[in-house]
């Protein structure tokens, strides 16, 4: 088995990942218990992914009972990604995760190992970003690197800026031991988030994460929006504070990862969702896109934007008439007002109207 283990290696590694190891298959108890718990707690908000069913989560024989191992595959996506660089009026941030489909290089790397091992006579299943198995967990049993502070696995030379993948296999493979190594007395990404969502090491609250809210459908509550900033999808808060990835970081010079918000706006559904195919979009209903780039706008401080919010106003939708009349009477100003009045005595959706008077009195 060494040699094969040393062509999966090999392979992987010249597909483009940056990390391999091997896991046993085993349920993990320890992480299925505190899904549970979090999920019982409110802490999982409106997520499903992993939280939605954590048996078959943490226990990867209940949809492939025939897997003996998990070879896991890390990939970075910096450089690549770049940083969005300093806020630009009228812009929108995206984490560099979801600047394009960092998934299609890291299916990549893993299904050169899947071909190895079929090659090898062995069965394969490819899960990247699969509610059937948490990534993570078996990340850190498969020694690639250690569950951080801020949620995620960091790796060496890596930090946390990298997508987690797992070929299941029933190749009885020699198995990796875990990294014996964790964060020490690093917090730095506790108070980077601008929320408080990191509530303890390790734990996150979604009720109060700013890139689980913009892929969540509904309304953002209102003590969220301010704190939103220019994000458009996505938040990189705690992983820009994150010291074992400052090395990776600085190399991302490139400045990418913003988008024109008036340009955004202006476009059809199947054009929002054609160029951001690769976002989680809850029903994949552009209008949640639209949602988050007028809260963008509201938050620019910047009267010029009035009239491209205008319209949603008085938009079919009454998610985008909320959030347009938030942004509108943070923005201010006479016109604004004027806006609000108009749409305030055609309004006939009680939580709209309470939206528009609230703005009504913020506009002045």
Partial sequence: MSSLVERIQKSGLDAGLDRIGVAAADPFAQVAADLKARKAAGLASKLAFTYAHP??????????????????????????????????????????????????PLRRGLEAVASVLETAGHRTVLLADDNRLVDRAAAVRAGIGWWAKNSMVLAPGVGP??????????????????????????????????????????????????????????????????????????????????????????????????????????????????????????????????????????????????????????????ILRVHAAWALGRLGGTEAARLLASQRAAERVDEVVAEIEAALIEAG
């Avoid at 595959?73 to 929108?92: K, V």
């Avoid at 059809?268 to 896109?289: C, K, Q």
């Avoid at 988050?292 to 009239?307: C, H, K, Q, T």
């Fill in 55 to 104: 048996e078959a989560a943490t226990d990867v024989r209940t949809s492939f009972p025939w897997a003996e191992r998990l070879v896991v595959g890390m990939r970075a996506y910096l450089p690549e990604a770049g940083s969005p660089g300093p806020s630009q009026p009228g812009t929108g941030r995206v984490a560099r995760f979801a600047v394009a489909d960092a998934y299609v």
């Fill in 161 to 318: 800026w990298a997508l987690i993948g797992t070929v299941v296999t029933d190749a009885a493979l020699p198995v990796n031991d875990p990294m014996l190594r964790d964060c020490g007395t690093c917090e730095a990404c506790l108070p980077a988030c601008p929320t408080g969502a990191l509530v303890a090491p390790g734990v996150l609250d979604a009720r109060r994460c700013l890139a689980a809210w913009a892929q969540a459908p509904g309304i953002i509550p209102l003590e969220y929006r301010s704190a939103m900033g220019d994000r458009l999808y996505g938040c990189d808060d705690c992983l820009d504070a994150c010291p074992p990835g400052h090395r990776l970081l600085e190399t991302a010079s490139e400045q990418v990862g913003r988008v024109d918000l008036v340009a955004l706006l202006s476009l059809t559904d199947d054009e929002l969702m054609g160029r951001f195919a690769h976002w989680y979009v809850p029903r994949r209903s552009a209008n949640y896109i639209r949602r988050n780039a007028l809260i963008a706008l509201g938050n620019s401080n910047d009267r010029r934007f009035v009239e491209v919010i205008a319209p949603f106003v008085g938009d079919a939708s009454s």
